[in-house]
C-alpha cells in the first residue's frame, strides 16, 4: 500500500510541476496540514476535506473496494474538498489528504466507513416478534434491535393477527408467524393461520396457506426450501391436543399461497411444547420442555433430520436443569463473518422448571441457568456458563454475529410480570465471560416471544 500510494503521488506531483511553472515554490515547500475531516458520509458517497498552511494545490489518495484513486484541485488554495461518488455501502476507505508536493504537507492516514443501507441493517439486526405484554395479551408490535449501532427502532409494523405462543421463523429474508393462540378478552383461540412479513419491502403477506391443524409452542426451524414443525399442542390444554410424531412441513414457494406437507415420523419424536430448538447442519435440535401428559419439565435433547424423515440415532446431551420456556439460539458463523472460524453452538438460558399443563401457563418456577453445547465435534456435553443476573421466564437469544456477542431480551421476572432489560454475553470467552446490562432496553416489556435476524 505504502509503494503504490507513493507512486501516485511522484506522477501527479510531477505532472504538477510541470503544469504549473509559476507556483510560489516556497508555500509548496513548507505548507502543512492543518485539518482534516469526511463530511457527508452516505451509503455510497462522501466529501473529504482538508485546510492547508498555505495555498497551494492539494491532492487526494483514497483507497477501498472498488476504488483505488488519487484526485487533485491543480488551483492553489488552502481549503480543499474531493466528493467521492460511487462507494460501496457498508465498507471501509483510507485517504491521504497532502498539501503540495513535499512529504512534510501529507495529512494523517486515516480512514471513514459508508453507511449501511436498510438491507445490511436489515440483515445484522435482531427482529423481536410476538410475546405476551404486561397487559397479559398478545404483542402485535415488532421491533427490531442494530446491535452495530445499539439502536432501536421500535414498532416498525405490526403482527396482523397478533398471536401467543406462535411459531416464529426466518426464512429467505423474511418473518413468518404460524399458528398460535388467539385471544379475544378472557377467551383464547387455536389458530392455523400463517403470516409473513417481508422487512425489505415493509409489506405483510396474509394469504398463505393455513396449517393443516391448529398448532401452539411447537418448535420451528428453517432449512433450504422448507420451514419445519414439530412438536405443541394443538389446544390450550396439552393433555388433549398434543400431535406426537406428527411433522409439518411448509414450502413457502411452492403454488400461489404456499404448500403445507404432514409427515409421520420413522422416530419418536418428544410430545412436548415449549421445547428450546435452531437448525444446524440440515437438522432441527430440540431440547427441554413440558411433557403432554402431565407438564413436567424434561431437559433431554434429539435432532430431527427432514431428509431422512427421522430423529438421529445419535444419543443427544440432556441440558443439566429440566425446563421448558427457556430463551435459545444457535452460534453458526460462515465465512463471511467477521470471526468465521468460532464453533458453532447451541445455547439456553433461562426458563421454567415448574410443572404446568396449561397454555399460557399458570405458575413459573424460574431459572437463571445458561449452558451451551458445542456442535459438530465429540463432546456431545452442554456446558454451565454464567447465570442470568436474574431468573427469567421465556425470554428471547439470539446472536450478532458482527458484534460477537448473545443477546438476551426480555422475558417474566416473575409471573405474568414481563421486563424490558437486555443483557449480552461476549462470545469470545462463552464459558467464562458474565452476562451484562445494555444500556438501551427494549421498546416495550414483553415474554413468550421470539427473536430472530435474517441473516440465518
Not at 463530511?39 to 473496494?65: E, H, M, R
Not at 449501511?116 to 404486561?134: H, L, P
Not at 439456553?348 to 449452558?371: C, H, W
Request: hydrophobic share 35%.
Amino acid at each position: 500500500m505504502k509503494y503504490k500510494i507513493t507512486f501516485f503521488f511522484f506522477i501527479f506531483f510531477t505532472l504538477w510541476n510541470c503544469a504549473n511553472p509559476l507556483t510560489d515554490g516556497g508555500k509548496a515547500n513548507t505548507a502543512k496540514i492543518e485539518w482534516q475531516l469526511v463530511t457527508n458520509i452516505s451509503t455510497n458517497s462522501a466529501v473529504v476535506s482538508w485546510k492547508c498552511s498555505g495555498k497551494v494545490p492539494g491532492f487526494l489518495v483514497t483507497t477501498g473496494p472498488n476504488y483505488n484513486n488519487v484526485d487533485t484541485s491543480f488551483l492553489d488554495s488552502e481549503l480543499h474538498a474531493v466528493s467521492l461518488s460511487n462507494l460501496i455501502t457498508d465498507s471501509d476507505y483510507s485517504y491521504i489528504p497532502s498539501c503540495g508536493i513535499k512529504e512534510i504537507g501529507l495529512g494523517i492516514p486515516s480512514t471513514f466507513k459508508t453507511l449501511s443501507d436498510n438491507a445490511v441493517i436489515f440483515r445484522r439486526s435482531i427482529w423481536i416478534v410476538g410475546g405476551i405484554g404486561s397487559d397479559k395479551n398478545a404483542v402485535s408490535e415488532i421491533d427490531y434491535y442494530d446491535p452495530v449501532e445499539n439502536i432501536w427502532h421500535p414498532a416498525v409494523t405490526n403482527v396482523p393477527t397478533p398471536r401467543l405462543n406462535a411459531q416464529v421463523v426466518s426464512f429467505k429474508n423474511k418473518i413468518y408467524v404460524i399458528g398460535g393462540i388467539i385471544k379475544n378478552g378472557a377467551f383464547y383461540t387455536m389458530s392455523r393461520i400463517v403470516e409473513a412479513y417481508d422487512p425489505l419491502t415493509n409489506t405483510w403477506n396474509k394469504s398463505l396457506a393455513d396449517m393443516p391443524s391448529t398448532l401452539q409452542g411447537g418448535v420451528a426451524g428453517a432449512f433450504d426450501e422448507e420451514i419445519v414443525i414439530l412438536g405443541g399442542t394443538t389446544t390450550t390444554d396439552m393433555t388433549t391436543g398434543t400431535i406426537f410424531n406428527t411433522v409439518y412441513k411448509f414450502y413457502p414457494n411452492i403454488g400461489n399461497s404456499g404448500t403445507w406437507v404432514s409427515l409421520l415420523s420413522s422416530t419418536n419424536i418428544f410430545p412436548r411444547i415449549d421445547m428450546a430448538g435452531c437448525t444446524y447442519n440440515g437438522s432441527l435440535i430440540f431440547t427441554g420442555g413440558r411433557f403432554y401428559s402431565d407438564g413436567l419439565a424434561y431437559a433431554t435433547t434429539d435432532a430431527y433430520a427432514p431428509s431422512l424423515n427421522s430423529t438421529s440415532g445419535k444419543i443427544e446431551a440432556s441440558i443439566s436443569l429440566a425446563r421448558h420456556g427457556s430463551g435459545y439460539a444457535c452460534y453458526r458463523p460462515i465465512s463471511t463473518d467477521p470471526y468465521p472460524t468460532d464453533t458453532p453452538a447451541i445455547f439456553v438460558v433461562g426458563g421454567s422448571t415448574g410443572t404446568n399443563i396449561s397454555q399460557p401457563v399458570t405458575a413459573v418456577t424460574n431459572s437463571n441457568r445458561f449452558e451451551y453445547s458445542f456442535l459438530g465435534n465429540a463432546s456431545n456435553a452442554f456446558v454451565t456458563g454464567s447465570n442470568t443476573p436474574i431468573a427469567l421466564y421465556y425470554p428471547a437469544m439470539e446472536v450478532s454475529y458482527e458484534k460477537r456477542k448473545l443477546y438476551l431480551f426480555g422475558g417474566a421476572s416473575e409471573f405474568n410480570l414481563p421486563v424490558d432489560q437486555v443483557y449480552s454475553l461476549d462470545l469470545a470467552n462463552a464459558g467464562g465471560n458474565p452476562w451484562v446490562p445494555e444500556s438501551v432496553n427494549m421498546p416495550r416489556s414483553r415474554f413468550g416471544h421470539k427473536a430472530v435476524i435474517l441473516s440465518r
